[in-house]
């Protein structure tokens, strides 16, 4: 028979004793140091996990930018003449973005401007081109095109076309090209007065010095006419201008939809109706090389930067490629990583200095850069030289 008083005795003396002061201490000290393990780990897991969503982000801004930048620029020029211009409403003159008294002279298919905005050392690019959407398209024909008209008929099977021109739309403008005006590619463009209707499209007579020039005797009698496409695209780093979301700790790369209409409004841009496309996007620099002038785009030394073609030093049958650098950044520093990249400056001849080049900041970049063929200029230059 058991002894039950022995039995109650040595469960009391279990019970009584419990753990001494050293094995909590330790005990304590052991759930401590894993708890800080734990929680390091978990911190520079989430630290990591942040930087790579970051670098992911700043990539994908970055592939955005050149996706869209490529495209327009390939394009550039498309139902231009072969002089690389449209002739009539609107065009390049006085200063960049400001186009006061520009009426008279051309418009151009592409212009690349130093330091826009003014002060701040990046390149802004501009771009002009038919709408290349067939949908868009429609031939005026079928009656006496001459130099003053002021209604734009389409020929009954492309009549529908005409609804399309509304300046209360946005469609303020109808762009006209003819593949053999005088021999050559010939372009117009014309300001929409009121909405279009029934295949026809009334228009603003053009009178400007550079229109009179290329129709001195009478328009193509057929014209593909459609929408003009006239974009720009700028890096936005300032936030004191009220316009745009763009800062020094954030700069924004924007994308104009319709320069004309930023310059009917405002006669400039930034303009509030512009799109920001990509952000983190904080240095544009664009280079061309003239293959057209003999030079091999192969070296180094054949790419300059701007592009002008006012002055009628450069041509656009001359031109060959753009270049584009692109500089992305994450957008916040890397929190356990202060030096981790140095501002960038794809192009250290444009005149402007980086008060902080080649000190880390905590932010990762990346230059992204890409070249062009404007192959739209290059068949310019086949005409020009065609000795027609």
């Known amino acids: ?9 040595a469960s009391s003396t279990l019970i009584q004793r419990g753990f001494t002061l050293i ?10 140091l894993v708890g800080v393990l734990v929680y390091t780990v978990f911190i ?12 992911g982000t700043m990539q994908q801004n970055l592939r955005v930018a050149m996706e869209m930048l490529s495209r327009d620029v390939s394009m550039a020029g498309w139902g231009t003449s072969w002089g690389g211009a449209t002739w009539g409403a609107y065009g390049h003159g006085g200063t960049f973005a400001s186009y006061v008294g520009a009426d008279s002279q051309p418009l151009y298919a592409m212009w690349i401007e130093q330091d826009f905005p003014s002060g701040s050392g990046h390149d802004a690019i501009e771009i002009v081109m038919q709408n290349p959407n067939r949908a868009t398209w429609g031939w005026a024909m079928g009656q006496a095109l001459d130099c003053s008209l002021t209604d734009l008929v389409f020929h009954q099977d492309w009549a529908a076309a005409a609804a399309q021109y509304d300046p209360s739309l946005g469609t303020s403008s109808v762009m006209c090209f003819q593949p053999h005006h005088k021999g050559k590619p010939g372009s117009f463009m014309w300001e929409v007065q009121s909405a279009g209707a029934a295949g026809q499209v009334p228009v603003n007579g053009n009178a400007q010095s550079d229109y009179a020039t290329e129709c001195a005797e009478t328009l193509p009698q057929r014209m593909i006419c459609a929408p003009p496409r006239w974009v720009a695209y700028y890096i936005d780093d300032d936030n004191t201008d009220g316009i745009g979301i763009g800062s020094a700790s954030q700069p924004v790369l924007y994308f104009v939809p319709d320069v004309a209409f930023a310059m009917s409004t405002t006669g400039q841009y930034p303009h509030p109706n512009d799109i920001p496309i990509a952000l983190g996007v904080e240095d544009l620099q664009a280079e061309v090389c003239l293959g057209g002038t003999g030079i091999d785009c192969n070296l180094a030394t054949s790419w300059s930067a701007g592009f002008d073609m006012r002055a009628g030093v450069v041509n656009w049958n001359d031109l060959t490629a753009v270049r584009l650098h692109v500089v992305a950044r994450t957008l916040r520093p890397d929190q356990t990583r202060t030096n981790v990249s140095a501002v960038l400056d794809p192009d250290p001849d444009d005149g402007f200095s980086i008060a902080n080049l080649g000190v880390a900041d905590g932010y990762h970049r990346r230059l992204g850069t890409t070249e062009v063929q404007i192959r739209n200029a290059v068949g310019a230059w086949q005409i020009a030289n065609a000795g027609w």
Not at 1 to 9: A, E, Y
Not at 44 to 53: E, F, L, P, V
């Open 1 to 9: 028979m058991l002894n039950t008083h022995k039995l109650r005795s």
């Open 23 to 32: 094995e909590l201490i330790i005990a304590i000290a052991l759930s401590t």
């Open 44 to 55: 520079n897991q989430t630290a990591a996990y942040r930087a790579q969503a970051d670098m």
